[in-house]
């Protein structure tokens, strides 16, 4: 059973910074890529990151780019969402997802729905 497990959501201000991470079971994690989304009430789910299933390549979404990283570690198949310089418009909640990819092409996968396997998510709220 795959499970995809998000924490270091939170409430912080305003230009401040905080530090997700997803931890994956139950699948092969240096065979995916994965990517971060985000959703607020009533809104459809957001592209923010995704990156390959190496590390070697990333790609964000223009709202966050130069403020977020994403990065991982698939010795403790975990990955990272580094965000600094938090706006309000960054609350939202965050998940994380896993698409099957052995390549390094992961434009295409902006797309929430090439995603097979999703987290439940974590809340991040930006106070201003």
């Known amino acids: 059973q795959v499970q995809l497990v998000e924490s270091g959501g939170g409430l912080v201000q305003a230009g401040g910074s905080l530090r997700l991470s997803c931890t994956a079971s139950?699948?092969?994690?240096?065979?995916?890529?994965m990517g971060w989304f985000r959703q607020a009430p009533g809104r459809e789910r957001e592209f923010v990151a995704v990156i390959s299933w190496s590390g070697g390549r990333s790609y964000y979404a223009d709202s966050v780019k130069g403020r977020f990283t994403i990065s991982r570690d698939n010795a403790k198949n975990t990955v990272y969402l580094q965000m600094n310089r938090l706006k309000s418009e960054d609350t939202d909640v965050y998940y994380c997802?896993?698409?099957?990819?052995?390549?390094?092409?992961?434009?295409?996968?902006?797309?929430?729905?090439?995603?097979?396997?999703w987290g439940q998510g974590t809340q991040v709220t930006v106070s201003s």
């Open positions: 139950g699948l092969t994690f240096r065979n995916y890529a």
């Open positions: 997802a896993a698409r099957f990819s052995v390549t390094s092409t992961i434009l295409e996968f902006k797309e929430e729905g090439k995603y097979g396997f």
